[in-house]
């Protein structure tokens, strides 16, 4: 089913916009290679339509979560290797190595069942060393480094060729990230005197990418600035272009009388008669509950429209009595230019990557040319 005029709720996704981001993140820091992050349908624009858009994009690396997503990535005709951004348990481990996806190195016994897996199918494995610099999530601790340069040359097909770390506080507290980003610069500088050639070195992602300098790292891993939100003020977050809009369509039209109680459990009744739209999304397709009664509202035929009540699995009700026109059928704007991805993020009290991961597979996704 292809065809929009069937659909009751779906999103369109502007992969001109990614680029353009993209573009953005490459003028602002020449030099550092960008990493997409496209783990969880590419922050819910669907996976293989962007990948497929960003492929020759002059990227590095696509950051995926899973295997499932790498195979997808793979399957999509892609060029561009998949990095698994988390630890690995050993069957995982095993069909990374027969793909020659690149993934993180967390502990001495990864590094040995990745040196065997190498060896069982005669392949090398590339691997980026993960370094805990105080996210407390993967990778080596400092004062675990010592010596592992050498554990590492030891190997015959295992190749070390990047090394990477994660912000945990970026945009709320400047001082302990500072703290990582020495961190790492401090454990950086330790490999690289044991000789290890570090060709890949990543910390930042988009809380830090226009913030902090991290002298040595030369990639970027770009998620929600991609997607056109950089979380932090600065100077170059105007030029980011927001990559979706989200639709639905207005299925009934009834006035109701006053004293009439509005979804499960009646926390809104009408003080008048109102004219109350249907529209078919819920939050099964990723219209959160947690929008009910708390102000939000969608856009629909130039005005913006109260939801009413509680959001329901499917539908939301919304209040269209100062509407001059309306009518089954209208297209309402339910995320987009003018009920922004922070604003659905604030209202529903959760965080931005929180509202796109949540669109559902029901929805469907129009890549616009
Ligand atoms: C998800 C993820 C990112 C992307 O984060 P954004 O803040 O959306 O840019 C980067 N690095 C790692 C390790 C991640 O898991």
């Known amino acids: 089913m292809k065809d929009k005029s069937l659909f009751r709720a779906w999103a369109e996704v502007d992969t001109a916009a990614m680029r353009s981001n993209l573009d953005v993140v490459a003028r602002a820091l020449p030099g550092h290679k960008r990493m997409p992050i496209v783990k969880a349908e590419a922050y819910g624009h669907g996976l293989e339509g962007v990948v497929r858009a960003l492929d020759d994009a002059g990227i590095c690396f696509f950051g995926v979560a899973t ?45 040995e069942h990745f040196e065997s897996l190498g060896k069982l199918y005669n392949k090398p494995v590339h691997l980026h060393l993960s370094v805990d610099t105080g996210m407390g999530r993967a990778g080596l601790l400092p004062y675990d480094l010592g010596g592992i340069g050498e554990r590492i ?26 703290r990582q980003i020495a961190c790492y610069e401090l454990a950086v500088a330790h490999l690289l005197e044991q000789g290890m050639e570090l060709t890949y070195r990543h910390l930042c992602s988009s809380a830090a990418v226009f913030n902090y300098e991290a002298p040595s790292t030369n990639m970027l891993r770009l998620g929600r ?90 539908q939301i009700m919304v209040d269209v009595s100062h509407l001059s026109s309306v009518e089954t059928g209208d297209i309402a704007e339910i995320m987009g230019p003018h009920v922004p991805w922070l604003e659905l993020t604030d209202r529903a009290k959760t965080i931005p990557s929180n509202i796109v991961t949540g669109i559902s597979s029901r929805v469907p996704r129009i890549y616009l040319p």
């Open 67 to 111: 295997i499932a997503e790498a195979a997808r990535i793979r399957d999509a005709g892609c060029q561009t290797i998949p990095f698994i951004l988390g630890p690995c348990f050993p069957a995982e481990r095993e069909i990374i190595v027969q793909n020659g996806w690149v993934a993180a190195l967390s502990s001495l016994e990864e590094l």
């Open 153 to 178: 040359r030891a190997c015959d097909f295992v190749k070390v060729e990047g090394i990477y770390s994660h912000l945990s506080a970026a945009s709320e507290d400047i001082s302990f990230t500072h």
């Open 225 to 314: 600035v991609l997607y056109g939100l950089s979380p932090m003020p600065s100077p170059y977050n105007a030029q980011l272009q927001p990559t979706m809009t989200l639709y639905s369509r207005v299925t009934l039209l009834r006035t109701l009388p006053e004293n009439h109680g509005v979804s499960y459990n009646h926390t809104y009744v009408t003080t008048a008669p109102t004219k109350v739209a249907t529209l078919g999304i819920g939050f099964a397709d990723g219209f959160s509950h947690y929008l009910s009664n708390n102000g939000s509202r969608i856009y629909l035929n130039g005005s913006y429209c109260p939801v009413l009540g509680r959001v329901t699995m499917d």
